[in-house]
């Protein structure tokens, strides 16, 4: 399996614009974790799905940032619009269902920097 | 969710054992213990999780004591490849995934 999938690995845009990041999870995972990481604050989670459905959206900073599961293969996080604040990394994870606090296995991240 | 507290940063030479000790004092019957590891430009990785006792596998031991209030990540004969920031985290059995990573040890490893 080529593991947790993310794209683009870089993202430069300038204030204002639309930035959509793109995950696919490991094949046969029922969990997708999105965070973001920066220097200050660490490594926060944004959002997770269970079998697609958003369950928990308390990390989402506020209203300009969106995700979606349309099906098991894929999750989009869009930042509409961006802010240089929301430059970070951006990690997908994925975890299949089992004991809670299962293992979470992370894509290589989007580092996304907002000009 | 039982917060957690470990050192900041370490060092250590190539060879060496490395202890890294985490405390969860708040932890509650149902949290396992669960240790990451994260190489610069990379995401985390599990290395090792347990409940109480010891653990251990082809990475790293845990050691748990019988209170759980702390644990111990024990990377035996470390490398330069070991650099990294490792992050205790506590997750609770029930059907919570909700990771809550705090900021981790930095251990450097020196040739």
């Known amino acids: 399996d080529a593991g947790v999938i993310q794209s683009p690995r870089h993202e430069v845009t300038e204030m204002g614009q639309e930035v959509t990041l793109r995950c696919k999870p490991i094949s046969g995972h029922d969990y997708l974790f999105w965070y973001r990481q920066t220097m200050m604050r660490g490594l926060e989670l944004l959002i997770y799905f269970n079998n697609n459905v958003p369950i928990d959206d308390s990390g989402m900073p506020e209203d300009r940032f969106s995700a979606k599961m349309p099906n098991a293969s894929f999750s989009n996080l869009k930042i509409q619009p961006s802010e240089p604040r929301d430059s970070a990394v951006y990690f997908c994870a994925s975890s299949p269902a089992g004991t809670p606090g299962n293992e979470q296995f992370f894509g290589p991240g989007t580092r996304l920097t907002v000009l | 969710l039982a917060k957690t507290t470990q050192p900041i940063s370490m060092d250590s030479y190539e060879g060496q054992e490395v202890n890294i000790t985490c405390s969860h004092n708040n932890i509650a019957t149902n949290d396992y213990i669960t240790w990451y590891q994260q190489f610069p430009s990379q995401g985390p990785r599990f290395i090792i999780q347990?409940?109480?006792t010891k653990v251990t596998n082809e990475v790293a031991s845990l050691f748990i004591p019988a209170d759980r209030k702390s644990s111990t990540l024990s990377l035996p004969r470390v490398s330069l490849s070991d650099t990294a920031v490792y992050y205790c985290?506590?997750?609770?059995?029930?059907?919570?995934?909700?990771?809550?990573f705090g900021s981790g040890t930095r251990l450097l490893v020196r040739p």
């Open positions: 985290l506590v997750a609770p059995m029930d059907s919570s995934y909700k990771l809550i």
């Open positions: 347990g409940y109480k």
